[in-house]
């Protein structure tokens, strides 16, 4: 693998990495310290709002193409401290790999977070029982039916809710910190305000923040991103439950600088041969 093109703004840099059979790999590094990097080529999550996973997966990455974002970058002179699984993929769906390349980083000493949809739900389990730094469980909707127009393929909410609840029943508020609902608001789709007031009862009830994520408006998919007025209102409804939020930083928000749920993705396909 070696990397074709890093896309810099002022504060973050985009890295395209080519894989040895002419495939994109896409690597993110942000905030100064973090890289986030993808776990599969394409994604078979298939989430309505996503350019990634558009045209489903064309193939999960092998641990070493995982790890190889890492070394890549650090050999371009990036400092890292963080690795975040939450570039393009569902690291669940592409499990053994990611485990391996997490106790890679572990064995460096980098502290890993995960931004999860929790499927397959058998993975999620075996990752909340690992000694990772952080969880964002997608949710993004707060009924099954919006839930499955989303992500199509993603775990009923019902169920992962279960399963995350029960986890999180054994931890104490300092562990909690580390887990939240990340939530992508997307202009008149699943920003009511019976919606936001159902996402603050959930996190209430787990006793966990939310990641109030901003949607980027992507060319071909017909959603539109939610006003500066309706993202702060939403804000301020979780708060006033006493909710903890994090918003989208301006790191999130840049085009270049989104991970996951937020990457706009060139995601390009090999050469012509
Ligand atoms: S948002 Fe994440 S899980 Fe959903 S299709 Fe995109 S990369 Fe896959």
């Known amino acids: 693998m070696k990397i074709e093109e ?3 703004d002022e504060l973050n840099r985009l890295l395209e990495i080519k894989t040895d059979d ?5 690597a993110v590094y942000y905030r100064g310290d973090t890289l986030c990097v993808s776990s599969q080529l394409g994604c078979p999550v298939r989430c309505s709002f ?5 045209n489903g997966l064309i193939r999960n990455l092998s641990y070493e193409e995982i790890i190889s974002q890492y070394e890549l970058a650090k050999d371009d ?3 890292i401290k963080n690795i975040a699984f939450a570039g393009i993929g569902e690291p669940l769906l592409n499990w053994e790999n990611v485990k391996k390349a997490f106790w890679y980083f572990k064995e460096k000493g980098l502290k890993c977070s995960f931004y999860t949809t929790g499927f397959p739900i058998k993975n999620f389990k075996e990752l909340l029982k690992l000694s990772h730094n952080g969880i964002n469980l997608s949710l993004h909707a ?3 039916e919006k839930r499955k127009e989303l992500i199509p393929y993603g775990q009923p909410i019902k169920e992962i809710l279960s399963v995350f609840e029960e986890h999180l029943s054994k931890l104490s508020n300092r562990k909690r910190k580390m887990y939240n609902i990340a939530y992508l608001l997307i202009g008149n789709v699943n920003n009511s305000e019976e919606e936001i007031e159902a996402l603050g009862e959930i996190a209430k009830r787990l006793n966990i923040g939310v990641s109030l994520l901003k949607y980027n408006e992507i060319e071909g998919i017909d959603y539109r991103s939610t006003s500066d007025d309706e993202y702060e ?3 301020l409804k979780l708060r006033e439950k006493g909710i903890r939020v994090t918003l989208s930083n301006r790191y999130r928000t840049r ?3 989104g991970c996951g749920t937020l990457m706009v993705n060139r995601l ?5 041969s």
Do not use: H, R, W, Y
């Open 255 to 257: 085009k270049i600088g």
């Open 142 to 144: 707060v009924t099954e």
């Open 6 to 8: 890093v896309i810099k």
């Open 50 to 54: 996503c350019a990634s996973g558009m």
């Open 233 to 235: 209102q939403a804000f």
């Open 77 to 79: 002179g990036l400092n």
């Open 268 to 272: 390009k396909m090999p050469v012509d």
């Open 22 to 26: 002419q495939f994109t790999v896409e």
